[in-house]
């Protein structure tokens, strides 16, 4: 194990800021719960964060790197976000929330929580800016999950993979991948994220795959019941529940499965020459696809949707940043259009002339399943990969991919705690129950 030896000027400040850290956490619990504070007790809070986060940004633009050294072993460990922060908080008290602390705010609703996860966004803003360190990370957000590893054998052996959120079938070379989260309309939480990576990755690393499919299931929802839907996006009900976290859900969904998708997986083998295993995917969108549902679509090689379908962005209503489609939109799409879905939530029908630039092909709803085999079976040739490799790597470079989602994670954990935003889930959450 190679020993680091902290600079003195880190060793200081990082004293300096966890005396600070103490401090305002001294005056935060003198507070009522922030659901029960008055306007000057949240104005008294605001300052209060206003102060240490500061002191935090100052302390990570100048020593960003040597932080992240010393919490990966000078880079020899591969931590996911979540365990990033984690280790951050313990290593370098008032940093980041402990563990505790984030147990604490789960265990409330959104309207009642303190905002901790603005701290983990500073953090990883911070190590996402920097190319060294944020590189490392994106790379160790590329690597098979442990789930996935552990319920590989059996998915090679069975070729069928049953979870809470998704139901994955290896069938003639194709992995298909059936998002069933039938009474919510495939609405997108924790869990969704968690199997959807799962499904991504076995997929991915399973030899007998040459192509991939995701595809809305079955409904029993009362409104479509019976009716294939794509997805319904992020789940308002979980944001005002509190259990949509930033680590959990907001980054791994964009790092992690997302990410796959377009470039495949990372692997420990420091004398690999060819690329990593990568895999082109087809998307088969039936009713809708709203909100992350639309996201979903910007990094898929061939999108088919059925005549009756829409898609919509609705990110300015809904108060959130829509994780990469701000990104990815305007690229696909042109920023005219872009900005008419995201920020005027202007919903495109797959039959309008505009659908052209966000889908490949479109069919009668009774025709979706042989188009479906047609355009897989056109993605299955040899040369695909490779060329999708190239095309990703023109349209998408890895560091701007880097550079946008470390002020994404800042600033989508902003707009996750902002008051509008939990108004707003608060008021859905109220009239679905």
């Avoid at 992020?234 to 499965?257: H, V």
């Avoid at 560091?399 to 800042?410: C, H, P, S, T």
Wanted: with cysteine; net charge neutral.
């Amino acid at each position: 194990m190679t020993t680091l030896v902290a600079p003195p000027g880190l060793a200081a400040d990082r004293v300096r800021l966890a005396e600070a850290a103490a401090h305002a956490e001294r005056r935060l619990a003198a507070l009522p719960s922030p659901a029960r504070r008055t306007a000057g007790e949240r104005r008294a809070a605001a300052d209060t964060h206003d102060a240490v986060r500061r002191l935090r940004v100052r302390f990570l633009t100048a020593h960003v790197d040597q932080v992240y050294d010393e919490l990966t072993e000078g880079r020899a460990r591969h931590l996911r976000v979540d365990e990033l922060a984690e280790a951050a908080a313990d290593a370098f008290p008032g940093l980041a929330p402990t563990a505790g602390q984030l147990a604490g705010e789960r265990s409330r609703p959104q309207a009642d929580k303190e905002g901790r996860e603005i701290d983990q966004g500073i953090l990883l803003r911070a190590v996402l800016r920097s190319e060294r360190s944020g590189r490392h990370l994106m790379a160790a957000m590329l690597r098979p999950t442990p789930r996935a590893l552990r319920l590989l054998p059996e998915f090679r052996r069975t070729g069928v993979l049953e979870t809470e959120a998704v139901r994955l079938e290896r069938r003639d070379g194709v992995a298909r991948l059936t998002m069933c989260r039938p009474d919510c309309l495939n609405a997108e939480d924790e869990q969704q994220v968690d199997d959807m990576e799962t499904a991504v990755d076995l997929a991915l690393l399973d030899p007998q795959v040459r192509v991939g499919l995701v595809r809305g299931g079955v409904m029993s929802h009362p409104r479509y019941r019976g009716r294939r839907v794509f997805s319904a996006g992020i789940n308002l009900k979980a944001i005002s529940a509190g259990r949509i976290s930033l680590t959990g859900f907001l980054l791994r969904r964009e790092l992690g499965y997302l990410h796959k998708l377009v470039r495949g997986l990372a692997d420990d083998d420091p004398d690999r020459w060819m690329p990593a295993a990568e895999k082109p995917w087809l998307a088969a969108v039936d009713t809708f696809a709203i909100g992350g549902g639309c996201q979903l679509l910007l990094v898929f090689d061939h999108v088919l949707a059925a005549s009756d379908a829409y898609l919509s962005l609705p990110a300015a209503r809904e108060g959130i940043v829509p994780g990469a489609g701000n990104l990815r939109l305007p690229r696909i799409a042109g920023a005219r259009l872009a900005r008419q879905v995201i920020l005027g939530g202007r919903r495109i029908t797959a039959t309008e002339p505009d659908a052209r630039l966000l889908v490949d092909e479109v069919v009668a709803p009774e025709e979706m399943d042989e188009a479906v085999e047609r355009g897989l079976a056109r993605l299955a040739g040899d040369a695909v990969v490779a060329n999708r490799r190239m095309i990703n790597l023109a349209e998408e470079p890895l560091d701007g991919l880097r550079v946008y989602l470390a002020e994404f994670a800042l600033e989508q954990a902003l707009r996750i705690h902002a008051g509008d935003v939990v108004d707003k889930v608060g008021r859905f959450a109220e009239r679905s129950a």
